[in-house]
C-alpha cells in the first residue's frame, strides 16, 4: 500500500509528508532516493513516466503531477491514471496568458529584439478593442482564459475538437472551423493537450493560416511546434510575436537555435505549476475515497487522451 | 488668425487638414516646412517647446499634442498652454500598464535576460492576488489604470500630491505615505507629472525604499529616472524587473549605456500616443468655442504645472 514520490522538488516532498502524516498516516511514503521494495509500490506520484512500468509490478495508480498526461502514452491500460485539478494552477495559466497576450499586443518581444539592436523603432498602438484573440483549446483552463481575455477587452474565439458554448466567445470545430478563426486572429494562444492530432500543429502550414503579422502564445505542448518552422515564420515576418513556455526538450539546451530566434519571448515551462499543498491533498483525498469504496475523482479517459 | 502645425508626422497633418478644413475653413493651416510669415501665427500645435517664443509675436494659444506639458515650463506667462485629453489614449495607457504590471509580476524581462544568456532558469509564480501595485499619479491615467489593475486582482494602492479617494484604492501622500506605500509594493508604476519635485524622484534613495526584488513601470518622464541609478538596482537585484518607456533623450542614442541593462524592457515611448483624429477635432473644437465667445476647455494651470 505504499506511495513512491517520484519527484525531488523538496517543497513537493515536504507538502505529501505533512499531509499523509495528518490525513492518511496508515499509508507508508517513499522517495526515490530510498531503499525500498518494488513490489510494496501501489501508487505513484510522478511528472516523468517510468522506462519500464513492469519495474513496479503491483501498481495500481499513477497520479500525475500536472494536468497534462501526453506523457503516459506507454502506461499499461490495467494501471489507473490520475490527473491533476489544481484551480490556483488554473489562475497560474490565466495570469500567463492575459500576460502574454497583452505583451504581443503590445508588441514587447519586437521590442526586446530592438533593444538588443539598440534600435528605437515604434509600432502602431492598438487596443484590446482593436485585437482578436483566438484560443485553441477549450477546456477548464482554456475557457477560464477565454472569460478573462474577454473581460479585459478583447474580441476572443475559441477552438476545440467537440462544439462548445461560451458566452461572449465564438467557439468552432472542424479545420473549416479552423481556418475561419486562424484568418480573423491577431494572437493565437495554443492550450491543446497533445494527442495524435495536435502533435506538430503549429507548422509551417499552420503559420500561412494565420494574418501576416499575428502573433502565437504557446503554452500547451513542445510536441505541438515545428520550431523550426516557428523561426522561418518570425523571421519573415508572417509571425509577429511569440511567447512560448514549452519545448520537445525541457531544459532548452545552451546550443539549441531556439534561443536567438528574433521577436520571440522563452519562458521555462512557467506558465503553470501545480501547487505542492494542493497536488498532495488531491491525492491523499482520492486515496481515502479508495479507502471508503469510493469512486476515483480526476481519472483519465485512457481513450480520448485527456 | 492662422494655426500652425509643428508636427511631421503625416497622420497628424492629414487630420488636421480635413478637420479645418470641414469644421473651421476661416483659419489658415500652415506647416512648419512651409514659407509662412511668424506675425500670422496665432495658435500653435506642438510636441517640443520652441527656442524662442518670441519668434512668433503674436502668439495667444499653445495646443499640447499630449497630456503631459511640462517641457513647456519656458513658454511666457501670458500665452494660454492647453493640454490634450484623448480618451482612447487613456485606454493605450492603461493597456501598457497593465501589459506592463502582468510581464513584471512573471518575470518576463528577467527571463527575456536568461534567454540572452540561454538559461533555463524558473522564478516562482505569483498571482494577482498575492502582488501588490503602487501607483504614482493619480491623475485621469493613474486613477483609471488603479481600477483597471485591481479588477483583475491586483492589490493596489496609489500615491498622489493631494489626498484622493478611489473605491478599491488606498491612497496615500506625503513622504511619510510614501514610504509606506513603497515598502509594500511589488510593482511601482510612476505615471507622475514631471514637476520640481518629481524631477530625479526615482534615485538610489528611492529604489532602497522599495522591497528588494520588487519591479518598477516608468511610464512618466524620462527626467524623474536617475538613469545610473536604475542600472545599479537591476545589478544588484534590488530592483527585479523594469519596463521602462521613457527616458532624458528621445530616441535614446546607440551608445547609451540604457540599452544593456539587466532585467529592463525599453519601449520606444509608446505607452500612449494622442490620435491624430482625436487631437485634430479638440483644437478645432477649442477654436470654435474662442470664436463663439465660450471658455476654453483644458487649460494648464501654470501654477500648479498641470
Redesign the interface.
Known amino acids: 500500500m505504499t506511495i513512491l514520490l517520484n519527484v525531488t522538488d523538496q517543497d513537493r516532498l515536504d507538502a505529501f509528508h505533512e499531509t499523509f502524516a495528518r490525513e492518511l498516516p496508515e499509508i507508508p511514503v517513499v522517495t526515490s532516493d530510498m531503499d525500498y521494495a518494488p513490489e510494496d509500490i501501489r501508487y505513484i506520484f510522478t511528472w516523468r513516466p517510468l522506462d519500464d512500468w513492469a519495474a513496479l509490478p503491483n501498481l495500481e495508480i499513477v497520479f500525475s503531477v500536472s494536468a497534462g498526461i501526453d506523457q503516459f502514452g506507454a502506461l499499461p491500460e490495467h494501471i489507473t491514471l490520475v490527473k491533476m485539478v489544481d484551480p490556483?494552477n488554473t489562475?497560474?495559466v490565466i495570469?500567463?496568458v492575459?500576460?502574454a497576450c497583452?505583451?504581443c499586443?503590445?508588441?514587447?518581444p519586437t521590442?526586446?529584439e530592438?533593444?538588443?539592436q539598440?534600435?528605437?523603432?515604434?509600432?502602431p498602438?492598438v487596443?484590446?478593442?482593436e485585437t482578436t484573440v483566438t484560443i485553441l483549446g477549450l477546456g477548464e483552463i482554456g475557457e477560464k482564459a477565454a472569460r478573462?481575455l474577454a473581460?479585459?477587452g478583447f474580441t476572443v474565439t475559441g477552438w476545440a475538437r467537440s462544439p462548445r458554448e461560451i458566452e461572449g466567445v465564438t467557439c468552432k470545430t472542424g479545420e473549416d472551423g479552423l481556418d475561419n478563426l486562424l484568418a480573423e486572429a491577431d494572437i493565437v494562444v495554443c492550450l491543446l493537450p497533445l494527442t495524435d492530432e495536435t502533435r506538430g500543429l503549429l507548422s509551417h502550414d499552420f503559420f500561412n493560416r494565420m494574418k501576416k503579422g499575428a502573433s502565437l502564445v504557446h503554452a500547451g505542448r513542445g510536441a505541438q511546434c515545428v520550431f523550426a518552422d516557428l523561426g522561418d515564420a518570425l523571421q519573415s515576418g508572417q509571425v509577429g510575436n511569440a511567447i512560448v513556455d514549452v519545448f520537445d526538450t525541457?531544459?532548452?539546451p545552451?546550443t539549441?537555435p531556439i534561443?536567438e530566434m528574433p521577436n520571440l519571448?522563452?519562458?521555462?515551462?512557467?506558465a503553470?505549476?501545480t501547487d505542492a499543498r494542493t497536488s498532495a491533498h488531491n491525492v491523499s483525498l482520492n486515496l481515502q475515497r479508495l479507502r471508503d469504496g469510493k469512486d476515483l475523482l480526476w481519472c483519465v479517459d485512457r481513450g480520448k487522451g485527456y
Chains 1, 2 share one sequence.
Open positions: 490556483k489562475q497560474k495570469d500567463y492575459l500576460a497583452l505583451s499586443m503590445r508588441d514587447f521590442y526586446a530592438r533593444q538588443r539598440k534600435t528605437w523603432e515604434t509600432s498602438i487596443t484590446t478593442a478573462t473581460s479585459v525541457e531544459p532548452l545552451p539549441d534561443w519571448l522563452i519562458t521555462p515551462h512557467v503553470g505549476r
